[in-house]
Protein backbone atom coordinates (compact mmCIF):
# COMPACT_ATOMS: atom_id res chain seq x y z
CA UNK A 1 0.00 0.00 0.00
CA UNK A 2 3.00 2.53 0.65
CA UNK A 3 4.52 1.82 -2.20
CA UNK A 4 1.18 2.63 -4.15
CA UNK A 5 1.38 5.78 -2.63
CA UNK A 6 4.80 6.57 -2.89
CA UNK A 7 4.48 5.93 -6.99
CA UNK A 8 0.96 7.92 -7.50
CA UNK A 9 3.01 11.10 -5.87
CA UNK A 10 5.98 10.80 -8.17
CA UNK A 11 3.61 10.29 -11.03
CA UNK A 12 1.73 13.39 -9.99
CA UNK A 13 4.84 15.57 -9.70
CA UNK A 14 6.06 14.55 -13.24
CA UNK A 15 2.92 15.63 -14.85
CA UNK A 16 3.19 19.14 -13.13
CA UNK A 17 6.39 19.77 -14.41
CA UNK A 18 5.74 18.31 -17.95
CA UNK A 19 2.79 20.76 -18.35
CA UNK A 20 4.18 23.41 -16.93
CA UNK A 21 7.48 22.88 -19.28
CA UNK A 22 4.40 22.55 -22.38
CA UNK A 23 2.56 25.80 -21.06
CA UNK A 24 1.37 27.81 -24.11
CA UNK A 25 3.62 30.66 -23.25
CA UNK A 26 6.24 33.06 -24.89
CA UNK A 27 9.02 31.12 -22.80
CA UNK A 28 8.92 32.80 -19.50
CA UNK A 29 6.88 32.07 -16.04
CA UNK A 30 5.45 35.26 -14.26
CA UNK A 31 5.28 35.10 -10.76
CA UNK A 32 3.94 37.50 -8.75
CA UNK A 33 5.26 38.60 -4.94
CA UNK A 34 2.35 39.63 -2.76
CA UNK A 35 3.63 42.73 -0.69
CA UNK A 36 3.55 41.94 3.49
CA UNK A 37 1.38 44.41 5.20
CA UNK A 38 2.85 47.22 6.97
CA UNK A 39 1.38 48.07 10.13
CA UNK A 40 3.52 50.58 10.90
CA UNK A 41 6.16 51.09 14.28
CA UNK A 42 4.40 51.08 17.60
CA UNK A 43 6.39 52.48 21.02
CA UNK A 44 5.18 53.75 24.00
CA UNK A 45 6.39 57.87 25.02
CA UNK A 46 5.46 60.75 26.48
CA UNK A 47 4.97 64.04 26.20
CA UNK A 48 7.06 67.25 26.57
CA UNK A 49 7.16 71.18 25.33
CA UNK A 50 9.23 71.91 22.23
CA UNK A 51 11.53 73.18 24.16
CA UNK A 52 11.88 70.22 26.60
CA UNK A 53 11.32 70.34 30.02
CA UNK A 54 14.34 72.32 31.85
CA UNK A 55 15.43 72.38 35.69
CA UNK A 56 16.28 75.61 36.43
CA UNK A 57 19.02 75.31 39.07
CA UNK A 58 20.97 77.82 41.34
CA UNK A 59 24.04 79.39 40.48
CA UNK A 60 27.25 77.54 40.67
CA UNK A 61 28.77 78.20 44.39
CA UNK A 62 29.96 76.69 47.53
CA UNK A 63 27.62 75.99 49.70
CA UNK A 64 23.58 75.64 48.30
CA UNK A 65 22.12 78.59 48.47
CA UNK A 66 18.63 79.38 50.13
CA UNK A 67 15.48 80.47 48.55
CA UNK A 68 14.78 83.99 49.80
CA UNK A 69 11.82 85.21 47.94
CA UNK A 70 10.04 83.15 44.83
CA UNK A 71 8.47 85.63 41.96
CA UNK A 72 6.29 82.94 40.46
CA UNK A 73 3.86 80.33 40.76
CA UNK A 74 3.28 77.19 38.27
CA UNK A 75 1.21 77.92 35.30
CA UNK A 76 2.82 81.53 34.58
CA UNK A 77 4.20 82.51 31.66
CA UNK A 78 7.86 84.09 31.92
CA UNK A 79 9.77 85.73 29.22
CA UNK A 80 13.38 85.04 29.17
CA UNK A 81 15.58 86.90 31.31
CA UNK A 82 12.40 87.17 34.08
CA UNK A 83 13.14 86.96 37.54
CA UNK A 84 12.28 83.74 39.06
CA UNK A 85 13.86 83.65 42.57
CA UNK A 86 15.59 85.85 45.00
CA UNK A 87 18.21 84.24 46.83
CA UNK A 88 19.39 84.91 50.73
CA UNK A 89 22.94 86.53 49.32
CA UNK A 90 21.16 89.26 47.81
CA UNK A 91 20.95 92.26 50.26
CA UNK A 92 25.08 91.28 51.04
CA UNK A 93 25.40 91.16 47.73
CA UNK A 94 23.75 94.41 46.99
CA UNK A 95 25.39 95.74 50.15
CA UNK A 96 29.02 95.09 48.50
CA UNK A 97 27.82 97.13 45.12
CA UNK A 98 27.27 100.11 46.58
CA UNK A 99 30.46 100.01 48.58
CA UNK A 100 32.01 99.11 45.27
CA UNK A 101 30.70 102.06 43.19
CA UNK A 102 31.38 104.56 46.47
CA UNK A 103 35.07 102.98 45.97
CA UNK A 104 34.62 103.98 42.70
CA UNK A 105 33.81 107.12 42.87
CA UNK A 106 36.01 108.26 45.29
CA UNK A 107 39.04 106.80 43.07
CA UNK A 108 37.45 108.37 39.77
CA UNK A 109 37.87 112.01 42.53
CA UNK A 110 41.36 111.36 43.40
CA UNK A 111 42.32 111.17 39.44
CA UNK A 112 40.70 114.58 39.13
CA UNK A 113 42.38 115.92 41.63
CA UNK A 114 45.58 114.47 40.64
CA UNK A 115 45.35 115.44 37.04
CA UNK A 116 43.92 119.49 38.50
CA UNK A 117 47.37 119.82 40.34
CA UNK A 118 47.46 121.75 43.90
CA UNK A 119 44.74 124.00 44.51
CA UNK A 120 45.15 127.97 43.94
CA UNK A 121 44.55 128.77 47.13
CA UNK A 122 47.85 126.40 48.18
CA UNK A 123 49.96 127.63 45.08
CA UNK A 124 48.94 131.73 46.05
CA UNK A 125 49.79 131.21 49.41
CA UNK A 126 52.79 129.38 48.66
CA UNK A 127 53.39 132.11 46.29
CA UNK A 128 53.66 134.68 49.32
CA UNK A 129 55.73 132.89 51.50
CA UNK A 130 58.53 133.33 48.91
CA UNK A 131 57.89 136.57 48.36
CA UNK A 132 58.05 136.98 52.01
CA UNK A 133 61.44 134.94 52.42
CA UNK A 134 62.78 136.63 49.36
CA UNK A 135 61.93 140.06 51.53
CA UNK A 136 63.86 138.67 54.70
CA UNK A 137 66.69 137.94 52.56
CA UNK A 138 67.02 141.41 51.52
CA UNK A 139 67.29 142.86 54.29
CA UNK A 140 69.41 140.21 55.92
CA UNK A 141 72.20 141.29 52.94
CA UNK A 142 71.28 144.67 53.89
CA UNK A 143 72.41 143.88 57.16
CA UNK A 144 75.09 142.17 55.84
CA UNK A 145 76.78 145.09 53.84
CA UNK A 146 76.43 146.85 56.82
CA UNK A 147 78.24 145.06 59.14
CA UNK A 148 81.24 144.87 56.83
CA UNK A 149 81.55 148.71 56.47
CA UNK A 150 81.40 148.49 60.26
CA UNK A 151 83.98 145.81 60.77
CA UNK A 152 86.33 147.33 58.30
CA UNK A 153 85.82 150.34 60.29
CA UNK A 154 86.61 148.22 63.76
CA UNK A 155 83.36 149.14 64.72
CA UNK A 156 81.76 145.67 64.97
CA UNK A 157 83.21 142.40 66.18
CA UNK A 158 83.93 139.61 64.40
CA UNK A 159 81.22 137.18 66.34
CA UNK A 160 78.57 140.09 65.72
CA UNK A 161 80.08 139.69 61.88
CA UNK A 162 79.65 136.31 61.55
CA UNK A 163 76.00 136.34 62.94
CA UNK A 164 74.71 138.32 59.87
CA UNK A 165 76.49 135.93 57.96
CA UNK A 166 74.46 133.11 59.21
CA UNK A 167 71.31 135.20 58.97
CA UNK A 168 72.02 135.10 55.23
CA UNK A 169 73.19 131.86 54.86
CA UNK A 170 69.75 130.47 56.61
CA UNK A 171 67.02 132.56 54.55
CA UNK A 172 68.92 131.52 51.22
CA UNK A 173 68.53 127.74 51.98
CA UNK A 174 64.88 129.23 53.08
CA UNK A 175 64.04 130.43 49.87
CA UNK A 176 65.72 127.33 48.04
CA UNK A 177 63.15 125.42 49.80
CA UNK A 178 60.03 127.85 49.24
CA UNK A 179 60.69 127.38 45.92
CA UNK A 180 61.27 124.21 45.38
CA UNK A 181 57.69 123.57 46.96
CA UNK A 182 55.90 125.93 45.20
CA UNK A 183 57.42 123.65 42.06
CA UNK A 184 56.38 120.91 43.26
CA UNK A 185 52.76 122.34 44.16
CA UNK A 186 52.25 123.55 40.47
CA UNK A 187 53.93 120.36 39.03
CA UNK A 188 51.14 117.75 37.69
CA UNK A 189 53.74 114.44 37.36
CA UNK A 190 52.53 111.90 34.59
CA UNK A 191 53.66 108.65 36.96
CA UNK A 192 51.10 110.48 39.14
CA UNK A 193 48.34 110.39 37.08
CA UNK A 194 49.03 107.03 36.30
CA UNK A 195 48.83 105.56 39.14
CA UNK A 196 45.73 107.41 39.99
CA UNK A 197 44.01 105.59 36.70
CA UNK A 198 45.40 102.21 37.56
CA UNK A 199 43.47 102.77 41.05
CA UNK A 200 40.27 103.63 38.65
CA UNK A 201 40.52 100.59 36.83
CA UNK A 202 41.28 98.19 39.90
CA UNK A 203 37.99 99.70 41.44
CA UNK A 204 36.14 99.60 38.41
CA UNK A 205 37.24 95.64 37.71
CA UNK A 206 35.88 95.53 41.58
CA UNK A 207 32.65 96.93 40.61
CA UNK A 208 32.30 94.58 38.09
CA UNK A 209 33.07 91.38 40.20
CA UNK A 210 30.49 92.99 42.50
CA UNK A 211 27.77 93.41 40.06
CA UNK A 212 28.42 89.73 38.77
CA UNK A 213 27.95 88.23 42.22
CA UNK A 214 24.78 90.40 42.85
CA UNK A 215 23.73 88.63 39.33
CA UNK A 216 24.07 85.38 40.54
CA UNK A 217 22.20 86.46 43.86
CA UNK A 218 18.90 86.16 41.35
CA UNK A 219 17.66 83.01 39.30
CA UNK A 220 16.47 84.34 35.62
CA UNK A 221 14.19 82.26 32.98
CA UNK A 222 16.60 81.01 30.56
CA UNK A 223 13.92 81.05 28.01
CA UNK A 224 10.16 82.05 27.29
CA UNK A 225 7.91 79.46 28.92
CA UNK A 226 5.47 78.08 31.48
CA UNK A 227 6.34 77.19 34.87
CA UNK A 228 5.73 73.30 35.05
CA UNK A 229 6.32 72.14 38.53
CA UNK A 230 8.27 74.36 41.87
CA UNK A 231 10.62 72.02 43.62
CA UNK A 232 11.92 74.25 46.08
CA UNK A 233 10.34 76.50 48.01
CA UNK A 234 11.03 80.06 50.08
CA UNK A 235 13.29 78.93 53.03
CA UNK A 236 14.29 75.55 51.51
CA UNK A 237 17.73 74.99 49.99
CA UNK A 238 17.81 74.67 46.64
CA UNK A 239 19.33 70.59 46.07
CA UNK A 240 19.60 68.01 43.26
CA UNK A 241 16.20 68.76 42.06
CA UNK A 242 16.64 72.47 41.14
CA UNK A 243 14.21 75.36 42.24
CA UNK A 244 11.64 74.92 39.38
CA UNK A 245 10.81 73.19 35.84
CA UNK A 246 9.96 75.30 33.19
CA UNK A 247 8.81 74.41 29.49
CA UNK A 248 8.01 76.09 26.24
CA UNK A 249 4.23 74.81 25.95
CA UNK A 250 3.38 76.83 22.87
CA UNK A 251 4.73 73.60 20.86
CA UNK A 252 4.83 69.78 22.06
CA UNK A 253 6.51 67.23 21.08
CA UNK A 254 5.83 63.60 22.01
CA UNK A 255 9.09 61.43 22.75
CA UNK A 256 8.45 57.90 21.74
CA UNK A 257 11.18 55.26 22.72
CA UNK A 258 11.04 53.34 19.44
CA UNK A 259 13.03 49.95 19.34
CA UNK A 260 16.45 49.73 17.60
CA UNK A 261 15.44 46.86 15.66
CA UNK A 262 12.71 48.90 14.25
CA UNK A 263 14.41 52.23 13.84
CA UNK A 264 15.63 51.69 10.23
CA UNK A 265 12.22 51.88 9.44
CA UNK A 266 11.51 55.61 10.55
CA UNK A 267 12.38 58.64 8.77
CA UNK A 268 11.94 61.84 9.18
CA UNK A 269 8.35 63.47 8.05
CA UNK A 270 6.41 60.19 8.54
CA UNK A 271 2.80 60.59 10.07
CA UNK A 272 2.09 59.44 13.68
CA UNK A 273 -0.89 58.45 15.45
CA UNK A 274 -0.77 59.08 19.51
CA UNK A 275 -3.39 57.52 21.84
CA UNK A 276 -3.72 58.61 25.10
CA UNK A 277 -5.16 56.09 26.71
CA UNK A 278 -6.48 57.45 29.74
CA UNK A 279 -8.50 60.35 28.25
CA UNK A 280 -9.24 57.64 25.38
CA UNK A 281 -8.16 60.42 22.51
CA UNK A 282 -5.73 60.56 19.65
CA UNK A 283 -3.25 62.96 18.64
CA UNK A 284 -2.09 63.35 15.04
CA UNK A 285 1.21 64.65 14.46
CA UNK A 286 4.53 63.54 12.24
CA UNK A 287 8.39 62.63 13.04
CA UNK A 288 11.17 65.90 12.89
CA UNK A 289 14.20 64.04 14.59
CA UNK A 290 15.47 60.46 15.21
CA UNK A 291 17.66 60.17 18.04
CA UNK A 292 21.66 59.05 17.63
CA UNK A 293 22.06 57.16 20.76
CA UNK A 294 20.76 53.85 22.00
CA UNK A 295 19.56 53.59 25.66
CA UNK A 296 17.42 52.03 28.08
CA UNK A 297 13.65 52.57 28.02
CA UNK A 298 12.15 56.00 30.08
CA UNK A 299 8.74 55.26 29.40
CA UNK A 300 7.76 51.36 31.01
CA UNK A 301 4.79 49.45 30.19
CA UNK A 302 1.55 48.04 32.34
CA UNK A 303 2.62 44.29 31.33
CA UNK A 304 4.85 42.42 33.71
CA UNK A 305 6.31 40.44 30.60
CA UNK A 306 7.01 43.31 29.38
CA UNK A 307 11.22 43.90 28.59
CA UNK A 308 12.37 46.66 30.39
CA UNK A 309 15.88 45.86 29.22
CA UNK A 310 15.49 46.66 25.85
CA UNK A 311 17.35 48.90 23.63
CA UNK A 312 15.11 51.95 22.34
CA UNK A 313 16.64 55.11 20.19
CA UNK A 314 14.41 58.57 20.91
CA UNK A 315 12.54 59.72 17.89
CA UNK A 316 10.65 63.67 18.41
CA UNK A 317 7.50 63.63 17.45
CA UNK A 318 6.08 67.33 16.83
CA UNK A 319 2.05 67.20 17.52
CA UNK A 320 -0.22 69.37 15.34
CA UNK A 321 -0.98 72.80 16.66
CA UNK A 322 -4.32 71.78 17.55
CA UNK A 323 -3.45 68.90 19.66
CA UNK A 324 -0.75 70.11 21.05
CA UNK A 325 -2.83 73.15 22.71
CA UNK A 326 -5.21 70.03 23.75
CA UNK A 327 -2.06 68.74 26.21
CA UNK A 328 -0.28 71.71 26.60
CA UNK A 329 -0.64 70.83 29.97
CA UNK A 330 0.13 66.98 29.97
CA UNK A 331 4.02 67.13 30.27
CA UNK A 332 5.45 63.99 30.90
CA UNK A 333 2.18 61.69 30.19
CA UNK A 334 2.90 58.52 28.71
CA UNK A 335 1.22 57.65 25.49
CA UNK A 336 1.08 55.17 22.84
CA UNK A 337 2.73 55.82 19.66
CA UNK A 338 2.01 54.42 16.50
CA UNK A 339 4.46 55.59 13.36
CA UNK A 340 3.02 55.04 9.35
CA UNK A 341 6.09 53.96 8.09
CA UNK A 342 4.30 52.54 4.79
CA UNK A 343 4.93 56.29 3.05
CA UNK A 344 8.77 55.20 3.19
CA UNK A 345 8.25 52.20 2.12
CA UNK A 346 6.97 52.95 -0.66
CA UNK A 347 9.62 54.80 -1.95
CA UNK A 348 12.57 52.96 -0.62
CA UNK A 349 10.83 49.81 -2.10
CA UNK A 350 9.01 50.89 -5.65
CA UNK A 351 8.39 47.56 -6.59
CA UNK A 352 6.22 45.49 -4.31
CA UNK A 353 5.41 43.41 -6.92
CA UNK A 354 8.03 41.58 -8.70
CA UNK A 355 8.26 39.87 -11.85
CA UNK A 356 10.71 37.16 -12.06
CA UNK A 357 11.22 35.93 -15.68
CA UNK A 358 13.40 32.76 -16.90
CA UNK A 359 13.56 30.95 -19.83
CA UNK A 360 13.09 27.19 -20.48
Known sequence: MRKMLAFVVVVAVIAVTVAANHSPNDGKTTINASPQADFGVGALGRIEPQSEVLVVNAPSVME????????????????AGKELAILDSHKRELADLEQAKAALMLSEKSLAQVKAGAKAGDILAQGELVARTKERLRLAEKQLER????????????????????EVDVLQRELRQNEATLEAIREVRSVDVEHAEADVLVKKAALQRAEADLEISLIRSPIDGEILRINTRVGERIGDEGLLELGDTRQMDVVAEVHESDILKVRTGQPAKIFLRNLDTTLCGHVIELGRVVGRKDVLSNDPVDDTDARVIEVRIRLDDEHGRLVSGMSFAKVEVTIDTSTAAATSESSATTQISQKE
Open 147 to 166: GRKLREKKAMSDDDFDILIS
Open 64 to 79: PPVVEKLLVAVGDQVQ
